[in-house]
């Protein structure tokens, strides 16, 4: 079965202690990325992948970081979190007509 | 660079109204991908349909209801007889060759 699995589902943390949420898919699709959702906002892309060790800014990408070091996995890393970063975090494995998301994690920076 | 505008923030209709979302988008990619996504209360993104640029012919499936328009750029939803379920967020979300847009969103609210 075609699956993104992002990890975790929930997580409130406190500022500048540094976190990482997990992105795996299942698909092989060399297209990855990730996006924030904030009210009002839609959903906005931090990151992407095109593949493995490519990767590139999106539309948001201060205060964030990602590596590819397999195709499988694309890890989204707040090394220093802010309360701003207080949001709906999506990943997503893209290959033209099918694109697949995560769960979502809602995280909480106090 | 591509967009995707969904004009309407929010709606609201009484159960069994007929209620249209509308998407309009911008690409300069001949081949490309539009979608729609419902996003419930739950926060999961709920895939609807998806269709590809060369491709207008529009889609029903039960209540719902697709009309692809090249000539306007728009990817417009139908949902027939409206339920209290179909309260949510929709997007709808452009894939070209360089990067899947979403739109702001519509917020719809299905009272009893």
């Known amino acids: 079965e075609a699956q993104v699995t992002q990890n975790p589902r929930y997580l409130i943390t406190v500022t500048g202690k540094k976190l990482t949420v997990t992105c795996s898919q299942n698909?092989?699709?060399?297209?990855m990325s990730w996006y924030r959702q904030d009210p009002g906002l839609g959903l906005r892309q931090i990151y992407y992948?095109?593949?493995?060790?490519?990767?590139d800014k999106g539309d948001v990408p201060e205060g964030y970081k990602v590596s590819r070091k397999e195709k499988r996995n694309f890890p989204l890393i707040l090394e220093s979190p802010s309360p701003n970063q207080t949001s709906l975090y999506f990943c997503?494995?893209?290959?033209?007509?099918?694109?697949?998301f995560g769960q979502g994690t809602r995280l909480t920076v106090v | 660079a591509q967009k995707v505008t969904q004009a309407q923030t929010e709606i609201s209709v009484v159960e069994k109204e007929d209620v249209t979302l509308d998407c309009v988008y911008e690409?300069?990619?001949?081949?490309?991908?539009l979608f729609w996504y419902k996003q419930p209360p739950s926060g999961e993104l709920v895939f609807l349909i998806r269709?590809?640029?060369?491709?207008?012919q529009n889609e029903i499936s039960g209540r719902y209801s697709w009309n692809f328009q090249k000539s306007t750029s728009s990817f417009n939803f139908t949902i027939t007889a409206s339920q209290v379920v179909d309260s949510a967020v929709y997007f709808c979300?452009?894939?070209?060759?360089?990067?899947?847009?979403f739109g702001k969103g519509t917020m719809l609210l299905v009272s009893p």
């Open positions: 997503a494995s893209i290959r033209g007509s099918e694109a697949f």
């Open positions: 698909m092989n699709h060399e297209y």
């Open positions: 992948s095109m593949n493995v060790e490519v990767t």
């Open positions: 690409t300069r990619d001949t081949t490309y991908y």
């Open positions: 269709r590809n640029s060369f491709d207008e």
């Open positions: 979300a452009l894939n070209g060759y360089s990067t899947l847009t």
